[in-house]
């Protein structure tokens, strides 16, 4: 992975999780996190290009690490593919 992130950006999570976030939320309580008391506030997210994925190889391989930052402490983040078929889970996988 790459030290510097590829983006910084504020985000709000939304006060009502529609599907896409109840979805994205059951990840984040499966790593033992969940942005249910953080609805309606403002996070940072940061981006970062993972580049030694396992069985990801070339220039063509876009794996990314994302996390949500609240008062200096991670409520969330994923990695995730944007590849056909891609995949997105949480911090760890297996």
């Given at each position: ?18 599907e896409v ?16 008391p953080?609805r ?28 949500l ?8 983040g994923?990695?995730s ?7 997105m ?6």
């Amino acid at each position: 992975m790459k030290s510097d992130p590829a983006e910084v950006v504020e985000v709000v999570i939304p006060s009502e999780f529609d599907e896409v976030y109840t979805s994205y939320n059951e990840i984040q309580k499966k790593q033992n996190l969940d942005l249910t008391p953080f609805r309606g506030k403002k996070a940072r997210r940061y981006t970062y290009h993972i580049t030694n994925y396992p069985g990801q190889t070339g220039q063509n391989a876009d794996i990314k690490a994302t996390l949500l930052v609240y008062d200096d402490k991670i409520i969330g983040g994923d990695v995730s593919s944007s590849e056909l078929n891609g995949f997105m889970h949480g911090f760890t996988y297996g």
